[in-house]
């Protein structure tokens, strides 16, 4: 169901086919209000869902979003422990609402140290997210863009090896056909709430040219106004690739 109301503060034919976001900002949002971290990691969950939808709403085919990275397993236990355990409580949730919303869901990134119910879980989803034909969300997941590289580069090493590819073949298309983004459109628009001024090694291949939008807004409190703040300043963006402005 649309839920817009009022005019929109953009143009609704120049909405960006691709939003990442990186979902910062949960930790310091609880410390704020006297709560555990992991209580700001619940409302972030909140908040993902319903990007998800208003991103639907508007017509944006591909989000992703970075929901745990290489690296945040140096995090205490208990976090770690209490992400996990929002995931799975989110995916039992999705697989009963993907069909209903027509969302694509899956995953980018090493699966393989997650749980055995984890890992189960993402199979069902991605079995069901075969049916749905609307919105495409990729969760990135024990996820991280030099470790994406890196695993790229050693499949076409590999290949090489046992003769199916020469070097000399080797191209851009060759290495992104081995990376989780393969038939994925790059980000237009890379979004960044919390405060912090850098991408933490999030899709470093796919984001080239995308629009960076920094805002101090928290993640638990990023929604639909702060959604069509960053869609608005992405329109006022002159994207060049490397070219001369028209």
């Not at 609704?12 to 949960?26: C, L, S, T, W």
């Not at 208003?54 to 397993?73: D, K, P, Q, R």
């Not at 638990?220 to 703040?229: A, C, L, Q």
Request: hydrophobic share 35%; net charge negative; proline share 5%.
């Amino acid at each position: 169901m649309n839920k817009e109301t009022g005019p929109l503060p953009f143009d609704k034919e120049n909405i960006p086919r691709h939003i990442a976001f990186v979902m910062d900002g949960n930790g310091r949002w609880a410390q704020k209000r006297g709560l555990p971290r992991t209580a700001g990691h619940s409302a972030g969950s909140e908040s993902f869902h319903k990007a998800a939808e208003i991103l639907a709403e508007l017509g944006v085919e591909h989000m992703t979003v970075y929901a745990f990275s290489t690296e945040n397993w140096k995090r205490p236990l208990e976090e770690v422990s209490a992400i996990m355990g929002l995931l799975e409580k989110y995916l039992r949730r999705s697989i009963r609402e993907l069909v209903e919303n027509n969302i694509q869901l899956d995953f980018w990134g090493d699966l393989s140290p997650l749980s055995p119910k984890l890992r189960k879980l993402i199979d069902q989803t991605d079995e069901l997210s075969k049916q749905c034909t609307g919105m495409q969300v990729h969760v990135c997941l024990n996820y991280g863009g030099r470790d994406e590289i890196l695993r790229a580069a050693r499949a076409l090493a590999q290949d090489c090896l046992e003769g199916r590819l020469s070097p000399e073949d080797i191209g851009e298309k060759e290495l992104e056909g081995r990376m989780y983004c393969h038939d994925v459109p790059p980000p237009d628009l890379l979004v960044r709430p919390g405060g912090e001024m850098r991408i933490s090694n999030f899709l470093l291949w796919e984001c080239a040219y995308s629009e960076f939008y920094f805002t101090d807004t928290l993640w638990p409190d990023f929604g639909r106004e702060e959604i069509y703040k960053a869609i608005a300043e992405f329109q006022k963006r002159n994207r060049r690739y490397g070219g001369l402005s028209r």
